[in-house]
């Protein structure tokens, strides 16, 4: 097992990860900007270093800054976290080159899932069943027109090597078809450097379903109950849960054992998540991410499984100890998002928290990286904490978030509980018959 590693992150996740570093007995250490040298991250490290300034380009995406920052603390692995160099192939093999590890697979497989015409492509020869597509880039404007006239419209024009719901364009007329692409493609280049777009067939009512996997490098691998994350806003998920009431236990059991056969065929090392579409009880692949997830924590509390630990330990060496028979899960989980947003225009809204009053009692796990008299500074995203609740069923699970919800303090800047709340009390929430546009749609209405 590692020694010492350190955490190239910050944020809520940053500290759920030390949190797993001090239950393995892990020395850890983290990196940080100016603008965070009093975060919850930086408390809690054994040290922490400032690596630039503020701006994510002038430190935690500074590769030569993160480097130089392991080899001081002369630590054995470094973890990335979520966003920023998480799912940065060349990233991971600088730091294996400079003879640490970095705690995820490896670069090949960060390289092809990170480009979503690869990672479809390989979901394609493990038969996982995918969204009608372009079949590969969009090459110049009669192609396009041509994919479209096989994919029939509505359509959805994607960014290759998009995240976080940038570079998609939705198109329902041929008219539009060509003006949308020059705008995915722009947004596209300036986001990801690459203006590589495809095009999909655009469902008008699926649910956002996605299999949490566990895989050791040496053919074991093994999934977790399936988790719902349809209530999104802007391709961003808000509340997630697990599992889903509402899909085909069979099919969705089916699909668990395909994705567990393709990572372990694969030779995949660490946590990854297949995520898919819904709908008229198909599912469709559409992405891989290879990295732990915001919504990780709803996998841990209904299996009892600490999903980090486990990342680390793949990472150190470790094969999996845990049987396919070992991942049940217990009753429902649910997790809401608390971004420091305005919960009308969603605006981000940075300050200081002058109160931070976590709720707590039976069921409930709060992670988060704040604490009374902290800073939110305006340059990273705005996620704050994550509460979830778990229940022994679906409304005992939501019954116990509105009382975490109805007891978080969080006073100084304006975050989204009260939009959480409206969420949770609203009809077609608790029937839990919602979709990934359903948030949207309701809020335009
Ligand atoms: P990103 O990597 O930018 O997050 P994804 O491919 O994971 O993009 O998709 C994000 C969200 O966009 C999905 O959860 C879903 O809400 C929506 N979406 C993606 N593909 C489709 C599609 N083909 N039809 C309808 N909605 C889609």
Request: proline share 5%; with cysteine.
């Amino acid at each position: 097992m590692f020694k010492r590693i350190l955490v190239a992150n910050r944020g809520e996740i940053a500290v759920r990860i030390i949190r797993a570093c001090r239950d393995l007995n892990i020395e850890v250490y983290t990196v940080h900007s100016t603008a965070d040298a009093e975060s919850m991250h930086v408390r809690l490290a054994d040290h922490s270093i400032c690596v630039g300034g503020p701006s994510p380009t002038e430190s935690y995406l500074s590769i030569p800054a993160l480097l130089e920052a392991a080899s001081l603390f002369s630590v054995d692995a470094i973890h990335p976290g979520i966003g920023f160099l998480a799912e940065n192939a060349n990233f991971a093999r600088m730091v294996e080159k400079q003879g640490m590890v970095f705690i995820g697979p490896s670069p090949e497989h960060i390289d092809i899932m990170g480009n979503k015409i690869h990672a479809k492509k390989m979901a394609q020869q493990f038969q996982l069943p995918l969204v009608p597509d372009s079949q590969g880039p969009l090459t110049d404007s009669t192609h396009a027109h041509s994919c479209a006239n096989t994919i029939q419209y509505p359509v959805l024009i994607k960014a290759a090597g998009g995240g976080g719901g940038r570079g998609m364009r939705i198109v329902h007329e041929k008219k539009d078809l060509e003006s949308l692409i020059d705008e995915a493609k722009t947004e596209a280049l300036q986001g990801f450097g690459d203006n590589t777009v495809f095009m999909e067939k655009y469902l008008t009512k699926p649910r956002h379903i996605e299999i949490q996997m566990l895989a050791d490098g040496k053919g074991n691998a093994l999934f977790f109950p399936e988790r719902d994350c349809s209530v999104q806003r802007r391709y961003q998920k808000l509340i997630e849960e697990s599992p889903c009431l509402l899909v085909d236990r069979k099919k969705v059991h089916d699909l668990g054992v395909k994705c567990a056969k393709a990572l372990a065929s694969m030779g995949y090392k660490g946590v990854g998540t297949l995520e898919f579409l819904y709908e008229n009880n198909n599912f469709y692949f559409i992405e891989m991410n290879t990295r732990i997830q915001v919504e990780h924590t709803v996998s841990e509390v209904i299996t009892g499984i600490d999903l980090i630990a486990w990342q680390i330990r793949i990472a150190s060496g470790e094969t999996l100890s845990l049987s396919q028979d070992d991942i049940t899960p217990h009753g429902h989980a649910i997790e809401c998002r608390i971004n420091a947003e305005d919960s009308e225009t969603f605006a981000p809204q940075p300050g200081h928290i002058e109160t931070f009053l976590p709720s707590c009692g039976p069921g409930i796990r709060v992670d988060s990286g704040i604490y009374n008299g902290s800073f939110i500074p305006p340059y990273y995203d705005s996620l704050i904490a994550k509460i979830i609740a778990h229940g022994t069923d679906r409304p005992h699970a939501i019954q116990r978030m509105k009382r975490a919800l109805a007891e978080l303090v969080i006073t100084g800047i304006t975050c989204n509980i009260q939009f959480h709340q409206k969420i949770l009390n609203n009809p077609t929430f608790i029937e839990g018959d919602f979709h990934v546009h359903w948030l949207e749609q309701m809020n335009t209405e």
